[in-house]
């Protein structure tokens, strides 16, 4: 089970942290992501990092303004969000897979959903 939260209500240039508790598994058995949907538009891929915390990959969009970090030992995720924009705005979500061959980039590739957290950037 995935719980997202840290969402809310910033201004262009702010900043928020988003956090993922997991719960009922070994959690450092499951490579995680985020993912973000905004209003009439498909989810599409933010960041993911794989079972140990080494290795992240971003989209092009957040590169250099976001980062995707874990604690194995506290069973969470987290996103860093810094120099926030307008069109960042939109229901982030956690997920979890165990490595299964399918791409990260992917969100079929996700066995396990948070329920979102809504992120809005005013200008």
């Known amino acids: 089970q995935l719980q997202a939260s840290g969402g809310g209500l910033v201004q262009a240039g702010g900043s928020l942290r988003l956090s993922c508790a997991a719960s009922?598994?070994?959690?450092?058995?499951?490579?995680m992501g985020w993912f973000r949907q905004a209003p009439g538009k498909e989810r599409e891929f933010v960041a993911a990092i794989t079972l140990s915390g080494r290795r992240t990959s971003y989209t092009d969009s957040v590169k250099a303004r976001f980062t995707i970090s874990r604690d194995n030992g506290k069973n969470t995720m987290y996103l860093q969000m810094n120099s926030l924009k307008p069109e960042d705005t939109a229901v982030y979500f956690c997920s979890a897979s165990r490595p299964n061959g399918g791409s990260w980039y992917n969100p079929v590739t996700y066995t396990y959903w948070g329920q979102g957290t809504l992120v809005t950037v005013s200008s």
């Open positions: 009922g598994g070994t959690f450092s058995d499951y490579g």
